[in-house]
């Protein structure tokens, strides 16, 4: 059996009044992510933690911001693309591990729906999608919530 690691990263800028979505799941926060498509922080380190491991590049050559098609559009939309692609060069999901880096809200009361969502959009298991959380302990950007920052790896099996 062949396998293959993949590892991604994403970081967005929050703002006041503006949706918070993370893993699919509306945190209903005061401040939230900004971006050209939902700005899912989380679904983008995956896409990227995907696309990297079957060596297709990462998530901005696939979904350009410059595309009209992808604006405000649901990153679990872009997460199915990104299977889509992985599963046309022969490969299929083992399992994901990701970090979210954020000060606030508190994520643990959101994980459950985070991976319901993530394991219907990849055809998984919510078994194999770990997702775990930290802050910046009020340092930098993160402590001063102007940003939020995802890691995400992931191994892929050869079909």
């Known amino acids: 059996m062949k396998i293959r690691v993949g590892f991604g990263f994403d970081v967005h800028q929050l703002k006041d009044n503006h949706p918070f979505i ?20 989380l679904l983008h380190a995956i896409c990227d933690a995907l696309l990297g491991a079957a060596n297709l590049r990462d998530i901005g050559f696939h979904f350009k911001n410059t595309d009209d098609r992808w604006k405000g559009i649901s990153s679990l939309i872009l997460l199915k ?25 508190k994520i643990n009361p959101y994980i459950e729906a985070m991976q319901q969502n993530i394991a219907e959009a990849i055809g998984i298991s919510t078994e194999d999608i770990s997702i775990k959380a930290t802050t910046n302990e009020t340092m930098g950007f993160i402590g001063r919530e102007e940003g939020v920052v995802a890691y995400a790896v992931c191994l892929i099996e050869k079909i």
């Open 22 to 41: 993370i893993g699919g799941v509306d945190l209903g926060h005061h401040k939230g992510a900004f971006g050209h498509s939902d700005a899912d922080v």
């Open 81 to 105: 693309e990104s299977v889509k692609l992985i599963k046309e060069k022969g490969y299929q999901v083992g399992n994901i591990d990701a970090m979210l880096c954020i000060e606030a809200p």
